[in-house]
């Protein structure tokens, strides 16, 4: 993003601008998709719960080989008689009633570990994404009627404390039509998680980034479709839901003023602003930098063995070959 100001807006008059602020250099930072969707897919997997089989399932009868001779397998078998029960093959995972084969163990690793810069840039990645249209349109969020994006509000958001006025600040600055959107795809869960307290899927609405919390938090919160989250903890799966950059986020002034201070040392920064090498190589201070090609040739002997090389063998012994 290369806008050099950006424009507050009132909450109380419609699509009002009352000052302009520096924008962040965090918006100017390079979007990789890549990146984005691979911290996304390793961070997400980090609330998952352990699940697995009870380690004495199937096993809790008492069994023995029959050992060989008896035109059987060698597989144990149940104790005791007088039952259909004595001598059936168990504990086997090819045995009627037996374990399963490889059980599912809560020791497997669920947990991942993404390494700091990497979390780093895709975090400053989907900021900068939200600050591009053309990336929430691609993602389907109704932003047509918002004045400008990125949207900053002034910091007298951040004390509204009841639904009703954050739907009419909302609805202000073109911004509610998001909301609606959401309303409208919600659907019941298909499986067994709508018995789980998954029961709704819908979809994704603005997410509201502030500063201070002085009753914005609860306001906004219960808006269908709407995340609230503070500038100091914004977090990846929020910026980019599903791995897809390009969130409508919807900024107070305090919260823009704190980007810098945060993210402005965590970006990423090319080695070099020159996209084309050619002009790096003819730069003449560049080519006054650079030490004279070496145009001398190194030669290397070659090591012979003169036990099986009878010419080099005469160079060491000239009485060799007498």
């Known amino acids: 993003m290369h806008v050099a100001k950006l424009s ?15 924008t962040p250099a965090v918006f100017s930072a390079p979007v990789r998709a890549d990146i984005i969707q691979f911290a996304h897919t390793q961070l997400n997997k980090n609330h ?19 050992g060989v001779g008896r035109a059987l397998a060698r597989v144990p078998r149940v104790s005791g008689s007088g039952t259909a029960r004595s001598g059936q093959a168990h ?18 690793r669920l947990y991942r570990k993404v390494n700091l810069p990497v979390k780093r840039y895709a975090v400053t990645s989907a900021i900068a994404a939200t600050a591009n249209p053309s990336f929430l349109l691609g993602r389907g969020h109704l932003v047509e009627n918002v004045p ?42 298909a499986g067994h998680g709508k018995w789980r307290n998954r029961r709704y899927k819908q979809r994704k609405g603005p997410m509201v980034v502030y500063a201070e919390d002085n009753g914005i938090a609860r306001s ?10 503070k500038v100091d903890a914004l977090n990846l799966l929020d910026l980019a839901p599903g ?27 090319a080695i070099s602003t020159e996209t084309e090498l050619k002009n790096v190589l ?15 040739k ?12 009878r010419a080099f063998g005469k160079k060491l012994n000239p009485a060799m070959g007498k």
């Open 48 to 66: 998952r719960q352990a699940y697995g089989r009870f380690k004495y399932a199937s096993l809790d009868t008492t069994s023995h080989s029959w």
């Open 282 to 296: 003819e730069n003449d201070a560049v080519k006054a930098a650079l030490r004279a090609p070496i145009r001398t």
């Open 91 to 108: 504990g086997g995972n090819m045995c009627r009633g037996g374990r399963m084969f490889s059980p599912v163990r809560v020791t497997r």
């Open 148 to 189: 400008q994006v990125p949207l900053i509000l002034d910091n007298s958001v951040e004390s509204i404390t009841r639904t009703k006025d954050a739907i009419k600040a909302l609805e202000m600055v073109g911004a509610y039509a998001d909301c609606e959107k959401v309303k409208d795809t919600k659907k019941t869960r």
């Open 8 to 22: 507050v807006y009132a909450i109380d008059a419609e699509k009002k601008a009352t000052k302009e602020v520096d």
């Open 298 to 309: 190194k030669y290397f002997q070659i090591k012979r063995n003169g036990l099986k090389n």
């Open 220 to 229: 906004f919160r219960n808006i269908a479709g709407v995340t609230v989250a």
């Open 243 to 269: 791995g897809h950059m390009g969130r409508f986020v919807i900024w107070t002034e305090g919260a823009i003023a704190k980007l810098d201070e945060i993210y402005a040392a965590k970006m990423h920064r």
